[in-house]
C-alpha cells in the first residue's frame, strides 16, 4: 500500500523538489567550503596549471554509493541483454524499454530496432528508431521479427502518462499486436511490475499478478521459457518455476519486477 508520505514525496519530486536531496546538499554545504579553501591554498603554492575559475558545486555525491548494481532495472536490462547476446537472433525489436539502460546495452553487440509512442531523435549506432502506438494494429510489422523485448512498459499503456490516449484495456491491445510482431518460434522478453495485489496507480502503471501474466495474457500464445523476478529489496531471483506454490501469490511481493522469457508457439 502507497502511504500518504509517500505520495507526498512523489508529488513534490514532481514538481521539482526533493526533500532527501535537500537534506543532503545542506549537509554537504560545510565540507565543500573546507575543501574549497583547502584547495585554493594549495593552489596558490602551485605553478598554476588550473586555475580555480567559476564555482560548481556537487554537495550531494559524498554520501552516496560508488554506483547503483541492484534494483529493477539495473537487473532487467543486464539480465535480459546477456539472453540476447546468447541468442543472438536474426532480428531484435523493442517496444517502449528504457534507452539509456536495455537498448544502450544491446546496442554494445548488436543492431536493434527501437519502437516507441513518443519521438527519440539520435545518431547513436546500431539503434534505428520507429515511432509508432503499439496499441493501434499496423499489418506493416506483422511478423517483423524473431526476437522482441517489452521491458517496465505495457504496465503503462492506455494511462495517458506518455501522451496516449486512455484506455483501460490498452495494454490489452498493445499485448495482441506485441504477438503479432513476432514470428512463430520467436523469443519474446517481457517485464512489468508484479505484486500479491494486481492494480492500478493512476496515472504511473498497473501491477500484475504472475498468474495473471502467465494463465490469462501468455496462455495459448506462448510457452515460459525461463522466469527471472526482483523483489521488493532489489534482489534478482534467476530461474524461478512459475508454477511454484509462491509464484501463485507473486512470492508475496508489494512491487517487484517480473522477468518472462516467452517461447511464441
Same mark, same amino acid.
Given at each position: 500500500?502507497?502511504?500518504?508520505?509517500?505520495?507526498?514525496?512523489? $508529488?513534490?519530486?514532481?514538481? +521539482? $523538489?526533493?526533500?532527501?536531496?535537500?537534506?543532503?546538499?545542506?549537509?554537504g554545504i560545510r565540507p565543500y567550503i573546507a575543501n574549497r579553501r583547502e584547495l585554493y591554498a594549495q593552489a596558490q603554492?602551485?605553478?598554476?596549471?588550473?586555475?580555480?575559475? %567559476?564555482?560548481?558545486? !556537487?554537495?550531494? /555525491?559524498?554520501?552516496?554509493?560508488?554506483?547503483?548494481?541492484?534494483?529493477?532495472?539495473?537487473?532487467?536490462?543486464?539480465?535480459?541483454? *546477456? *539472453?540476447?547476446?546468447?541468442?543472438?537472433?536474426?532480428?531484435?525489436?523493442?517496444? +517502449?524499454?528504457?534507452? #539509456?539502460? &536495455?537498448?544502450?546495452?544491446?546496442?554494445?553487440?548488436?543492431?536493434?530496432?527501437?519502437?516507441?509512442?513518443?519521438?527519440?531523435? %539520435?545518431?547513436?549506432?546500431? =539503434?534505428? &528508431?520507429? *515511432?509508432?502506438?503499439?496499441?493501434?494494429? #499496423?499489418?506493416?510489422?506483422?511478423?517483423? !521479427?524473431?526476437s522482441l523485448s517489452c521491458l517496465h512498459a505495457l504496465e503503462h499503456f492506455g494511462l495517458g502518462r506518455y501522451g496516449?490516449?486512455?484506455?483501460?484495456?490498452?495494454?490489452?491491445?498493445?499485448? /495482441?499486436? $506485441? !504477438?503479432?510482431?513476432?514470428?512463430?518460434?520467436?523469443? &519474446? @522478453?517481457? %517485464?512489468?511490475?508484479i505484486s500479491r495485489r494486481q492494480r492500478i496507480e493512476f496515472d504511473a502503471h498497473r501491477v500484475f499478478s504472475v498468474?495473471?501474466?502467465?494463465?490469462?495474457?501468455?496462455?495459448?500464445?506462448?510457452?515460459?521459457?525461463?522466469?527471472?523476478?526482483?523483489?521488493?529489496?532489489?534482489?534478482?531471483?534467476? #530461474? =524461478?518455476?512459475?508454477?511454484?506454490?509462491?509464484?501463485?501469490? %507473486?512470492?508475496?511481493?508489494? @512491487?517487484? !519486477?517480473?522477468?518472462?522469457?516467452?517461447?511464441?508457439?
Amino acid at each position: 500500500m502507497i502511504t500518504r508520505k509517500t505520495q507526498l514525496t512523489r $508529488l513534490a519530486r514532481d514538481a +521539482g $523538489l526533493d526533500p532527501a536531496r535537500l537534506r543532503r546538499s545542506l549537509r554537504g554545504i560545510r565540507p565543500y567550503i573546507a575543501n574549497r579553501r583547502e584547495l585554493y591554498a594549495q593552489a596558490q603554492r602551485s605553478a598554476g596549471e588550473f586555475p580555480l575559475t %567559476s564555482a560548481y558545486p !556537487c554537495l550531494t /555525491d559524498r554520501f552516496a554509493a560508488g554506483g547503483v548494481a541492484k534494483g529493477q532495472y539495473f537487473h532487467q536490462d543486464l539480465h535480459v541483454a *546477456q *539472453q540476447i547476446f546468447a541468442a543472438a537472433p536474426e532480428r531484435h525489436a523493442d517496444v +517502449g524499454s528504457r534507452v #539509456d539502460g &536495455f537498448v544502450a546495452h544491446v546496442a554494445a553487440f548488436r543492431p536493434i530496432d527501437v519502437f516507441d509512442i513518443r519521438p527519440i531523435r %539520435s545518431g547513436a549506432r546500431n =539503434v534505428a &528508431f520507429i *515511432q509508432r502506438d503499439i496499441t493501434e494494429p #499496423d499489418a506493416r510489422y506483422d511478423g517483423y !521479427c524473431d526476437s522482441l523485448s517489452c521491458l517496465h512498459a505495457l504496465e503503462h499503456f492506455g494511462l495517458g502518462r506518455y501522451g496516449d490516449r486512455v484506455d483501460y484495456y490498452g495494454y490489452r491491445k498493445g499485448w /495482441d499486436n $506485441l !504477438c503479432r510482431m513476432l514470428r512463430p518460434g520467436g523469443t &519474446f @522478453y517481457f %517485464s512489468v511490475p508484479i505484486s500479491r495485489r494486481q492494480r492500478i496507480e493512476f496515472d504511473a502503471h498497473r501491477v500484475f499478478s504472475v498468474p495473471y501474466v502467465v494463465e490469462d495474457l501468455a496462455a495459448g500464445v506462448f510457452d515460459v521459457g525461463a522466469f527471472a523476478y526482483v523483489d521488493d529489496r532489489g534482489r534478482l531471483h534467476r #530461474d =524461478v518455476d512459475v508454477a511454484d506454490k509462491a509464484a501463485r501469490k %507473486s512470492f508475496g511481493l508489494t @512491487y517487484g !519486477c517480473g522477468i518472462f522469457t516467452l517461447v511464441r508457439r
